[in-house]
């Protein structure tokens, strides 16, 4: 598992790392599961909270599923400047190769603004595929 990707918006970095979950997978029967592990740190001058989520999943024959939900794993994170929250969700696929990306709904607490911030495009594969 490493860094696939990590982008800042607006002050907030946003790294991801994958990883194939071999032992909850069953090629046979189109079942892939991934897990990935996100990063946010807050590099920006002000209190933030993550208050929403938006994913585009897509895989290799084309499937596009959207996914909206408050918050990450049950919770709304306040960051303070310097702060960092990290989560680890999974996802599965039909196929042994596809991406995922989105982005967050933000707040500024000082004066309750919201921003989006991008969740980097990140690709779910397979070892064996990469040999």
């Known amino acids: 598992m490493g860094i696939q990707a990590t ?3 607006h002050g907030i970095r946003i790294s991801v790392e994958t990883k194939f979950q071999s032992e909850h997978s069953v090629a046979e029967h189109r079942h892939f599961l991934f897990s990935y592990r996100i990063t946010i740190e807050n590099k920006s001058d002000f209190t ?3 208050l929403a989520r938006h994913w585009d999943i897509y895989d290799s024959s084309s499937e596009h599923s959207e996914v909206d939900g408050e918050g990450v794993v049950g919770e709304q994170p306040v960051l303070e ?3 960092i ?3 680890e969700s999974a996802c599965s696929l039909t196929t042994d190769i596809g991406k995922m990306r989105g982005t967050y709904l933000m ?3 000082v004066d ?3 921003f989006h911030v991008n969740i ?4 779910l594969i397979v070892p ?3 040999n």
């Open 7 to 9: 982008e800042v918006t």
């Open 48 to 50: 933030v909270q993550l």
């Open 81 to 83: 400047p310097g702060e």
């Open 85 to 87: 929250f990290e989560y």
């Open 107 to 109: 707040e500024r607490k």
């Open 112 to 114: 309750k603004a919201r």
């Open 120 to 123: 980097p495009e990140f690709e």
């Open 128 to 130: 064996q595929r990469l």
